[in-house]
Structures are given as structure tokens and as C-alpha cells.
T-cell receptor
Framework: EPEVTQTPSHQVTQMGQEVILRCVPI?????FYWYRQILGQKVEFLVS????????KSEIFDDQFSVERPDGSNFTLKIRSTKLEDSAMYFC?????????FGPGTRLTVL | AQSVTQPDIHITVSEGASLELRCNYS??????LFWYVQSPGQGLQLLLK??????LVQGIKGFEAEFKRSQSSFNLRKPSVHWSDAAEYFC????????????FGAGTILRVKS
């Protein structure tokens, strides 16, 4: 069964550093998403991406964040200058329409 | 703004007892509706979904949910809970006209006592 994969599973970085979180969506899906979940809190939408452009983004997704689909398979989330409050689990998801399939997540720890 | 409310932060049930987890949403039209389960440190697993049609939907692991338009609710039920059901449960709604984003509720932590 096809699945969404994410790498790395855990990333530790120093405050102010750039990080790139990687996702491989399900191959025939057209919509891609990033969500985050701060420890003990609910899952929050960050951004959706369709047809090589952002279709919707939340207030959280400020200028420090960017997304890219650099080739036909990867979907990346970049945080330019990480802050302590960026520490969270980041989930990638993809969909055709409706149901979104989630990856296992990347736990980002900012020290 | 769209919102999802799960009024119960924690619920404890005895193994073998029935379960109902509540979910209400605020939105002008009928969105897509989902229930996800998350075990500690794990990702999100889809239990069931509602797009249209029959308002009682069946999911995996013996779960079901009923969509009630008049109450803007999508409550999750299971007739007999197993110890392995202990986890956190998230209700989510999807909005096609907002980039198909999902809005999640705050979650309900289910504890199962033997």
C-alpha cells in the first residue's frame, strides 16, 4: 500500500539554523500539506500546495517558512532561522481530493 | 472562522464498556469530516471519514461515527472498548475551498481501565 514518507524522523538543531524537512508524497497525489503539532497540543495546518504553488497558508506560516517541490517526488518544508518555539512534530500529508494521507512525522527539536 | 470542538479532554472507560467521543464543528456548509487516532509518539491514523451519503459511517478497529447536520456533530462511537484503544483521538474537518486544509480539534485522550 502506498504511503507518505518523511525524513529525518528526528532533527535536532541550534536556534537560528536553517532546517529542511523532507517528504515523499504518494505518487499520484496532487495536493500536498504540512502540519505541525507542538508537544501536548493539537495538530495545526501550516500550508497546502497544489499545481506548484501555495493554495492556502496559515498565520503560522510566516516568512521564515517556505515549501518547495524540487522534483517530481519530494516536497520540502524549509525553516530559515529556527526559533525555540518551532520545536514540534511536523507532519506531511498528500491527497487526491478529500482524504489526506499523513506521513509518520519529523520531530524537530530546537536548542 | 472554521472551528472544531472536542469538549472532553480526557475520558476514562472500563474495558468492554461502550465509548462515545464528541465532536462539533462550526462552518456554514457541510465539510468533510474525519476521525484520526494517535498513539504516543506516533503519527496520525485515519479511523473513518464522511464525505456524503449515509450519515452513519463505519471505520477500522470497530469504530463508527454519525454525522448529524442539525447538530453540526460527528461523534465517534465504539460498542466495546479494548485496552489497545487507549490513545488520543482527533476530530478534523476539511474544507475544499480553503486549499483543502484540515482543521483539527484539540483531541480527546482515552484511558482504558481493566
Amino acid at each position: 500500500e502506498p504511503e507518505v514518507t518523511q525524513t529525518p524522523s528526528h532533527q535536532v538543531t541550534q536556534m537560528g539554523q536553517e532546517v529542511i524537512l523532507r517528504c515523499v508524497p504518494i505518487s499520484n497525489h496532487l495536493y500536498f500539506y504540512w502540519y505541525r503539532q507542538i508537544l501536548g497540543q493539537k495538530v495545526e495546518f501550516l500550508v497546502s500546495f497544489y499545481n506548484n504553488e501555495i493554495s492556502e497558508k496559515s498565520e503560522i506560516f510566516d516568512d521564515q517558512f517556505s515549501v518547495e517541490r524540487p522534483d517530481g517526488s519530494n516536497f520540502t518544508l524549509k525553516i530559515r532561522s529556527t526559533k525555540l518555539e518551532d520545536s514540534a512534530m511536523y507532519f506531511c500529508a498528500s491527497s487526491e481530493e478529500g482524504e489526506q494521507f499523513f506521513g509518520p512525522g519529523t520531530r524537530l527539536t530546537v536548542l | 472562522a472554521q472551528s472544531v470542538t472536542q469538549p472532553d479532554i480526557h475520558i476514562t472507560v472500563s474495558e468492554g464498556a461502550s465509548l462515545e467521543l464528541r465532536c462539533n464543528y462550526s462552518y456554514g456548509a457541510t465539510p468533510y469530516l474525519f476521525w484520526y487516532v494517535q498513539s504516543p509518539g506516533q503519527g496520525l491514523q485515519l479511523l473513518l471519514k464522511y464525505f456524503s451519503g449515509d450519515t452513519l459511517v463505519q471505520g477500522i478497529k470497530g469504530f463508527e461515527a454519525e454525522f448529524k447536520r442539525s447538530q453540526s456533530s460527528f461523534n465517534l462511537r465504539k460498542p466495546s472498548v479494548h485496552w489497545s484503544d487507549a490513545a488520543e483521538y482527533f476530530c478534523a474537518v476539511g474544507f475544499m475551498e480553503y486549499g483543502n486544509k484540515l482543521v483539527f480539534g484539540a483531541g480527546t485522550i482515552l484511558r482504558v481501565k481493566s
